[in-house]
C-alpha cells in the first residue's frame, strides 16, 4: 500500500505540503494526451523528454496518446543539487534520433526561468525539426525571464520550489505520485 497523498514531507528543516494531488495530475495528464492526439492526427510525432524530469509525465502522457509516435529522451543540467538554478544549462547526455523533417513535441517537467526551453529550442533548431512545439507539466509564470512559448502546459503554479511527480530535490522525492511545494512555515 503506498502512503500517499502525505501530509507534509520533511527536508531536515524545511516542509513540503501537497500542491496537486495524484488525481489531478492523471486527468489533466490525460487530457493534454486526448489535446495532442487530435492536433498530430496523420503525423508521427517525436515526444522527447528531457531528463531526469520529465521521466514520470512522459509515460503518462504517450499512455494517453492515440497516435503512432516515437520516443526519445536527452539531458540537460542545470541545478546542480541544490533548489537554485546556476544559470547556465549544459548537454550531458545526447539525443540518438533524427529530427530533421520531423514534428517534434518537446516534454518538461517544469519551466521555471525558461532559460533550459530557450537553449532546447535554439539547439534544436538548428536540425531543421518539421514543426517543434514544447509541453510542459508545471509553469512558473512569475518566474519566467526569456521569451519562450509553452505550447501545452499542464498546470500554472507559484513561483516556489516544488518536488514529486518526477522533480527532485538534491536528486530526491522524485518517485512521489503526488506535487509537494516548499511551504513558507519553513525556517
Ligand atoms: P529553467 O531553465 O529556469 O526554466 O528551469 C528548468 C529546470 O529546472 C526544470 O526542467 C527542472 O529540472 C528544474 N526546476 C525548476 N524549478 C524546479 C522546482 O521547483 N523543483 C525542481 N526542479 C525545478
Ligand atoms: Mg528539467
Redesign the pocket.
Known sequence: MIAEPREKILVGNEIFTPLLSEDRIQSRVEELGKQLTKDYQGTIPVFIG?LN??FLFMSDLIKCVDLDCEIDFFK?S??GDE?L?SGK?RLVKELNCDVNGRDIIIV??????????KYIEEMFAENNPKSMKVVSLLV?PK?LKFNVKIDYIGFDIPS????GYG???AQKYRNLRSVYVLSEESE
Request: proline residues 0%; glycine residues 8%.
Open positions: 528531457v524530469g520529465s540537460l542545470s541545478y533548489k538554478s544549462v518538461e517537467d517544469i519551466v521555471d526561468s525558461g532559460l533550459s526551453v512558473k518566474s516556489k520550489f516544488v518536488i522533480l527532485d530535490y
